[in-house]
């Protein structure tokens, strides 16, 4: 009669197949890791189908000094209507200049300087107080933006490390920053936004987002033509004023809150649109949570947090601490994968002007 036990050979077969397999797992992994990962690193979501955008937004003037309560004040209202989408042409081969208004990603990225690096973030909860016809208010803020600055952060995605640098430029009337992450040696994420600097704050001309191994993609503020269009997906918003990209929200929460501290307090709330490079806007709403003390830059920081709570199933919880001490700038920045999941998060190890 036969045991249950396999015989010796195939036995010693089975135990050489698990040792080469073993390293076959942990390199599908780790290269899931950086290059789906990088998806979950910044919050992106999947470009949406041809159309025009959805949500009705008006910008409205806060009143100076005071933390809103509820809905923003109404006055000077603007509604803004999506334009209907139009062809766009190829994009053209080349390395790209000075951002202008509508010039398409080239095909070509080899000769590409990208100014920028990763972007984290994107989400918020229950929607910003709407009218009866379903708009959603966003403010134009007073601004005083930080000076220049390179930062350097520790880097954290789920069991990997490496390390983040966000570099800040104004100019007299244009601005340029830069984000990059690096996981394992390999930059995983380059990011840029460019543009302009004006009574309000950042006003982007272009962004663009590049992967690991992808093509990098734009979205460009057509400001002559008042809509945002991109190299990639055939959609276009509204440009509303004040509008964002996930890279420049960074820098423009610090303007706000140096000019208006007082908004850092128990039902303060910091709303922008926001529009990622691959044909995805939302409005974004920032709620005041506390304050902390935080070990970051070589010592404790005192830093206000501010939240952005996802209002929807698949978008991602992002949470901010903005030190005062350090121009409201972010000292650290925590992005939660939708239900709970994935978390990436930036430490600042420490700041230097350029």
Same mark, same amino acid.
């Given at each position: 009669? $036969?045991?249950?036990? &396999?015989?010796?050979?195939?036995? &010693?077969?089975?135990?050489?197949?698990?040792?080469? #397999?073993?390293?076959? %797992?942990?390199?599908?992994?780790?290269?899931?890791?950086? $290059?789906? /990962?990088?998806?979950? $690193?910044? +919050?992106?979501?999947?470009?949406?189908?041809?159309?025009?955008?959805?949500?009705?937004?008006?910008?409205?003037?806060?009143?100076?000094?005071?933390?809103?309560?509820? #809905?923003?004040?109404?006055?000077?209202? *603007?509604?803004?209507?999506?334009?209907?989408?139009?062809?766009? !042409?190829?994009?053209?081969?080349?390395?790209?200049?000075?951002?202008?208004?509508?010039?398409?990603?080239?095909?070509?990225?080899?000769?590409?300087?990208?100014?920028?690096?990763?972007?984290?973030?994107?989400?918020? *909860? #229950?929607?910003?107080?709407?009218?009866?016809?379903?708009?959603?208010?966003?403010?134009?803020?007073?601004?005083?933006? !930080?000076?220049?600055?390179?930062? *350097?952060?520790?880097?954290?995605? /789920?069991?990997? &490390?490496?390390?983040?640098? $966000?570099?800040?430029?104004?100019?007299?009337?244009?601005?340029?920053?830069?984000?990059?992450?690096? %996981?394992?040696?390999?930059? %995983? @994420?380059?990011?840029? &936004?460019? +543009?302009?600097?004006?009574?309000? +704050?950042?006003?982007?001309?272009?962004?663009?987002?590049?992967?690991?191994?992808?093509?990098?993609?734009?979205?460009?503020?057509?400001?002559?033509?008042?809509?945002?269009?991109?190299?990639?997906?055939?959609?276009?918003?509204?440009? %509303?004023?004040?509008?964002?990209?996930?890279?420049?929200?960074? @820098?423009? @929460?610090?303007?706000?809150?140096?000019?208006? =501290?007082?908004?850092? #307090?128990?039902?303060?709330? @910091?709303?922008?649109?926001?529009?990622?490079?691959?044909?995805?806007?939302?409005?974004?709403?920032?709620?005041?949570?506390?304050?902390?003390?935080?070990?970051?830059?070589?010592?404790?920081?005192?830093?206000?947090?501010?939240?952005?709570?996802?209002?929807?199933?698949?978008?991602?919880?992002?949470?901010?601490?903005?030190? =005062?001490?350090?121009? *409201?700038? !972010?000292?650290?920045?925590?992005?939660?994968?939708?239900? /709970? /999941?994935?978390?990436?998060?930036?430490?600042?190890?420490?700041?230097?002007?350029?």
């Amino acid at each position: 009669m $036969l045991g249950s036990s &396999s015989p010796p050979v195939v036995r &010693s077969r089975r135990r050489g197949l698990q040792r080469f #397999a073993a390293p076959l %797992v942990v390199a599908a992994l780790l290269h899931w890791t950086l $290059l789906g /990962g990088a998806e979950a $690193l910044v +919050g992106a979501t999947p470009a949406p189908s041809t159309g025009t955008l959805a949500l009705t937004v008006r910008t409205v003037e806060p009143p100076a000094a005071t933390v809103p309560a509820a #809905a923003p004040p109404p006055s000077a209202r *603007h509604a803004a209507q999506a334009p209907t989408p139009k062809p766009r !042409p190829a994009a053209p081969s080349g390395a790209i200049a000075t951002p202008t208004a509508a010039e398409p990603l080239p095909a070509d990225t080899a000769d590409v300087e990208l100014v920028a690096r990763t972007e984290l973030l994107p989400a918020t *909860h #229950a929607a910003e107080p709407a009218t009866a016809d379903g708009d959603m208010a966003v403010p134009l803020y007073r601004t005083r933006m !930080p000076p220049a600055m390179t930062l *350097h952060y520790d880097l954290r995605r /789920g069991f990997f &490390s490496g390390s983040g640098d $966000l570099k800040w430029k104004p100019a007299d009337h244009g601005y340029e920053a830069r984000l990059e992450g690096s %996981v394992a040696g390999l930059q %995983v @994420i380059t990011q840029v &936004s460019r +543009g302009n600097l004006d009574e309000h +704050g950042l006003a982007p001309l272009r962004y663009t987002d590049q992967r690991l191994r992808r093509t990098p993609n734009a979205a460009n503020f057509q400001r002559d033509k008042g809509k945002i269009t991109y190299s990639g997906p055939q959609v276009e918003y509204p440009l %509303v004023p004040g509008a964002q990209d996930r890279l420049s929200w960074m @820098i423009q @929460i610090a303007g706000v809150l140096n000019a208006a =501290p007082e908004l850092a #307090a128990p039902g303060g709330r @910091i709303t922008f649109f926001v529009t990622g490079a691959r044909g995805d806007a939302d409005v974004w709403v920032f709620r005041y949570v506390g304050t902390e003390d935080l070990r970051a830059d070589g010592g404790q920081v005192r830093a206000v947090k501010f939240t952005r709570e996802p209002r929807s199933p698949y978008d991602r919880m992002v949470e901010v601490w903005l030190a =005062p001490q350090r121009h *409201h700038l !972010p000292v650290r920045a925590r992005l939660t994968a939708e239900a /709970g /999941g994935e978390v990436f998060e930036l430490l600042l190890r420490d700041m230097q002007p350029p």
